[in-house]
């Protein structure tokens, strides 16, 4: 059974900084897309970062390019989130999710993710 456990949210000023991380477990596939989402309140849940294995790309929303960063410990099945120059618009609950990259295509729809974690609230104060 896949599991995955997000973890490092909390309350940071506007400019500041944050690490998520993801812990995964009964993690198997070898074609497979993991990333991490967002959902403000009243808002849809949206895609921030990607990973796709069919192309080995790693994706990002526009409004977190260059401010954002995905990265993994294979070693310790954990994917993490740089955020890096918080803004309150970022404010969110944030998940991690694993499913088919079928439908990752230079950006990161939550279709046809599979399997997601409990969020972690990221709250930026301005």
């Known amino acids: 059974e896949v599991q995955l456990q997000a973890s490092g949210g909390g309350l940071v000023q506007a400019g500041g900084s944050l690490r998520l991380s993801c812990a995964a477990s009964?993690?198997?596939?070898?074609?497979?897309?993991i990333g991490w989402f967002r959902q403000a309140p009243g808002k849809e849940r949206e895609g921030v970062s990607c990973?796709?294995?069919?192309?080995?790309?790693?994706y990002y929303a526009d409004s977190v390019k260059g401010r954002f960063t995905m990265s993994s410990d294979n070693a310790k099945n954990t994917v993490y989130l740089q955020m890096n120059s918080l803004k309150p618009e970022d404010t969110a609950e944030y998940y991690c999710?694993?499913?088919?990259?079928?439908?990752?295509?230079?950006?990161?729809?939550?279709?046809?993710?599979?399997?997601w974690g409990e969020g972690t609230q990221v709250t930026v104060s301005s």
């Open positions: 009964g993690f198997t596939f070898d074609d497979y897309a």
């Open positions: 999710a694993t499913g088919s990259p079928h439908y990752i295509n230079y950006e990161c729809p939550p279709k046809g993710m599979d399997y």
């Open positions: 990973f796709s294995s069919r192309d080995g790309g790693t």
